[in-house]
């Protein structure tokens, strides 16, 4: 029985000094504490997954983005578009807020409309930079 209290604090003995030598040997830059973060309304990054997107992926609501007229081009394949209706995919990208282009794209896809190959490029472009 003393040997096991023995042994239990010795460990609890090692663990204490451990923790104090990690502590000086690796402060803690600028005075940077740990601290919880809570959730932000636009996604802040810092995490490996976005509290919004994860909001955003699990409904499956349409979000219309004043694109009705797309409707129209339900079940086109990405090479099916003349310059006109490119341009009507065109006009509406570039009318929504950065924030706005991933959902609109989750909107598109929930009422099976394909993007032509050019505004895939060009979103692909918008999202990277």
């Known amino acids: 029985m003393k040997v096991l209290l023995l042994v239990l604090l010795a460990g609890a003995v090692l663990t204490l000094l451990l ?3 990690s502590k000086l040997l690796f402060p803690k830059k600028n005075g940077e504490e740990e601290t919880a973060s809570e959730p932000l309304e636009e996604c802040c990054g810092a ?3 976005c509290e919004t997107d994860l909001l955003n992926k699990m409904s499956e609501e349409i979000i219309y983005y ?3 007229e797309l409707d129209a081009y339900r079940n086109f ?3 099916d578009f003349n310059d006109d ?3 009507e995919f065109r006009e509406i990208l570039y009318s929504l807020k950065e924030k706005e282009i991933e959902p609109w794209l989750k909107s598109l896809e929930l009422r099976h ?3 032509p190959s050019i505004i895939k ?3 692909v472009f918008m999202l990277v930079k």
């Open 77 to 79: 394949e990405e090479n």
């Open 85 to 87: 209706q490119i341009d």
């Open 121 to 123: 490029s060009e979103v």
């Open 19 to 21: 923790t104090y030598i």
């Open 113 to 115: 409309i394909i993007l």
């Open 66 to 68: 004043e694109d009705e």
């Open 47 to 49: 995490h490996e997954v």
